[in-house]
């Protein structure tokens, strides 16, 4: 017989009988978080520490402002009449997947009164051991679309640059696939880190073998969150590397294969 290891169950905060969450910041017209504006909710806690992140004030677990849905709905339904038909709420982070219970309990009252929800995330948590996988299945039921960031298609680039390997993430992508959720894929485009053509092609390779991928969107690695490592005492070890010429990153939209994607144009 064989035995599934299930993964140790983390006390889930609560308050008023519903799940709180650790928010760091909201965004009321999100343009770049999904389809359409968006109401963003940007959640605290990451377990990567991705070298090139902008965000670092993001890492921490448990701090923030504490939230129930019902505060994160109180704030984003007052711009509902702005969202059109195809935006709605993004849960973004730091690393959502952390605080899972309470994405379930928010989509899942998003969805009853019509509200289109999507996932922005690394996938650094994801597992198939239980009972996490569960949940995610169940999360799933109620997530309309995901955003996707690969930071690096070499596991063990990928542990340089963030201090995880990748096989899990690559896992995710794949059973998204399977059960053909609509998927953006990001890449972060950087100097010396990911801008090489090998690991690019690889890349591009990979994302053609996924089904469910309706847009694969290069991001130009940026220095606009390196004064924040300076006044939070934090090393940046990407100190002196410049964003990527224009060039360069024509180069990864042509061997990542952007303009193959185009199912976002029909959302």
């Keep these: 017989m064989v035995y599934e290891r299930r993964i140790h169950e983390r006390k889930v905060p609560m308050r008023d009988g519903q799940i709180l969450g650790y928010v760091h910041s909201t965004e009321s017209f999100g343009a770049v978080d999904g389809p359409g504006i968006r109401f963003v909710a940007f959640m605290q806690g990451c377990n990567m520490r991705c070298q090139f992140c902008h965000n670092p004030d993001t ?13 994160i709905l109180e704030q984003a ?29 928010l989509f899942t009252k998003c969805k009853k009164i019509g509200i289109n929800t999507c996932l922005d995330t690394c996938g650094q948590p994801f597992t198939h051991r239980q009972p996490w996988f569960s949940k995610f299945e169940k999360l799933m039921e109620v997530t309309d679309i995901l955003l996707v960031d690969i930071k690096h298609i070499n596991s063990d680039e990928h542990r340089k640059l963030t201090g995880y390997r990748n096989e899990n993430i ?29 690991y690019l092609k690889q890349l ?16 130009p690695y940026h220095t606009m969150g390196v004064h924040k490592y300076h006044e939070m005492g934090i090393k940046y070890d990407l100190e002196g590397i410049e964003p990527p010429a224009p060039e360069r990153v024509k180069n990864a939209e042509k061997l990542l294969h952007v303009e193959d994607y185009r199912g976002y144009l029909e959302v």
């Design 170 to 198: 690559l896992e995710m992508c794949e059973y998204l696939s399977a059960i053909n959720k609509p998927v953006w894929i990001r890449h972060v485009l950087i100097p010396q880190r990911t801008d090489f053509d090998n």
């Design 59 to 71: 890492w921490k677990k448990n701090v923030g402002s504490e939230m129930t849905t019902d505060e």
């Design 77 to 105: 339904l007052p711009y509902r009449q702005f969202w059109g038909e195809d935006g709605g709420i993004t849960l973004s982070g730091g690393e959502i997947l952390l605080q899972i219970e309470f994405a379930i309990e």
């Design 204 to 219: 591009g390779d990979y994302i053609k073998t996924l089904t469910n991928v309706q847009k694969v969107e290069v991001l």
